[in-house]
């Protein structure tokens, strides 16, 4: 089944301890992209990779890094984390144009 | 620079009657238009796309969404409601020139469906 996997699903942690999400897809997407979720903001892109080896920053990179060694994983990496980065996070990926995402189930992330 | 707006935060409607989600876009370059719906606990999924052929685009369970270039609009539209459509509705610009992928959402339409 062509989907997008994300880990974990929940998770609770408190500031300043680092936490990677990770993002795996089997589509053989090149393009793959992270969104966090806020009532009242929408969706904000965070960072995106139009392919391996090749990330760039979003709407609101502060804060996140992103690393892309192989086609498939992206993961999504908060060295410091912070309770203003309590949200719900979406990764994504795509073929190159028309840009048509699909989207993993989400990672609900509360920093205390 | 590209934006969304969605008109109506909530909309409710009853089962079996019309749904119509309101979309306006500003795009400086011939836009691809999408409207993906996020069930709870869920990601988003792809309804339909518009990416410059037919400005009538069917999308899954039913729904339908029309390009109208004269009004910078593509509104989202189902003959009859089902409950299994109460979800949130988004609406989604890219320039279709754009080599970033970068997709603008906008805020969201909580569609209610009554019995």
């Known amino acids: 089944e062509a989907q997008v996997t994300q880990n974990p699903r929940y998770l609770i942690t408190v500031t300043g301890k680092k936490l990677t999400v990770t993002c795996s897809q089997n589509m053989n997407h090149e393009y793959m992209s992270w969104y966090r979720q806020d009532p009242g903001l929408g969706l904000r892109q965070i960072y995106y990779?139009?392919?391996?080896?090749?990330?760039d920053k979003g709407d609101v990179p502060e804060g996140y890094k992103v690393s892309r060694k192989e086609k498939r994983n992206f993961p999504l990496i908060l060295e410091s984390p912070s309770p203003n980065q309590t949200s719900l996070y979406f990764c994504a990926s795509s073929l190159l144009n028309p840009w048509a995402l699909h989207f993993g189930n989400g990672t609900r992330l509360t920093v205390t | 620079a590209q934006s969304v707006t969605q008109l109506g935060s909530h909309v409710s409607v009853s089962e079996g009657a019309l749904v119509l989600l309101r979309c306006n876009y500003s795009?400086?370059?011939?836009?691809?238009l999408f409207w993906y719906v996020q069930y709870p606990n869920q990601g988003l999924q792809l309804l339909l796309k518009y990416t410059s052929a037919a400005t009538l685009v069917k999308g899954i369970n039913g729904f339908e969404a029309e390009f109208k270039k004269s009004e910078t609009s593509f509104h989202l539209t189902k003959p009859s409601a089902h409950m299994s459509d109460a979800a949130e509705y988004f609406c989604a610009v890219s320039e279709g020139s754009s080599n970033t992928g970068k997709l603008i959402f906008g805020q969201g339409t909580t569609l209610q469906v009554k019995p």
């Open positions: 795009s400086s370059v011939p836009p691809y």
């Open positions: 990779s139009m392919n391996v080896e090749v990330t």
